[in-house]
C-alpha cells in the first residue's frame, strides 16, 4: 500500500485514493507543470526530451508563482488536454 502525504497545512489530511498507472506512456499526452522554482525549467527540460522519446507528446503548463496553488482554470485546462501530469520542484 502507498501513501502520499499532502504538503499542504491541513489539520486532518484527506484520504485520497490512488489511480491506476498507465502500462504506457506511448500515445499518451503528458503536461509537465512548472511550478515556477528556480530551476524547475531545467528539470523539465531533460523530461520532455525523455517523454518525447518514449512515444508521448508533452505539453507545458505553468503557475503563476510557487507560492499559491495552480489556478483552478490552468488546472482545468491541464485535466482536459492531458492524460497524466509531472509537477516540477527545483531550487
Known amino acids: 500500500m502507498s501513501v502520499v502525504l499532502d504538503p ?6 484527506a484520504e ?15 503536461g509537465l507543470l512548472d511550478i515556477s522554482k528556480p530551476r524547475g525549467d531545467v ?8 517523454l518525447r522519446d ?8 505553468a ?11 490552468l488546472r482545468y485546462e491541464i485535466a482536459q488536454r492531458c ?3 509531472i509537477e516540477a520542484l527545483a531550487d
Do not use: N
Open 8 to 13: 499542504t497545512a491541513e489539520a486532518s489530511p
Open 16 to 30: 485520497r485514493t490512488l489511480l491506476g498507472r498507465p502500462a504506457s506512456i506511448e500515445g499518451l499526452t503528458v
Open 54 to 61: 518514449r512515444g508521448a507528446t508533452v505539453e507545458r503548463f
Open 83 to 85: 492524460h497524466v501530469v
Open 43 to 50: 528539470f523539465l527540460d531533460q523530461m520532455e526530451a525523455h
Open 63 to 73: 503557475k503563476p508563482t510557487f507560492t499559491k496553488p495552480a489556478p483552478a482554470d
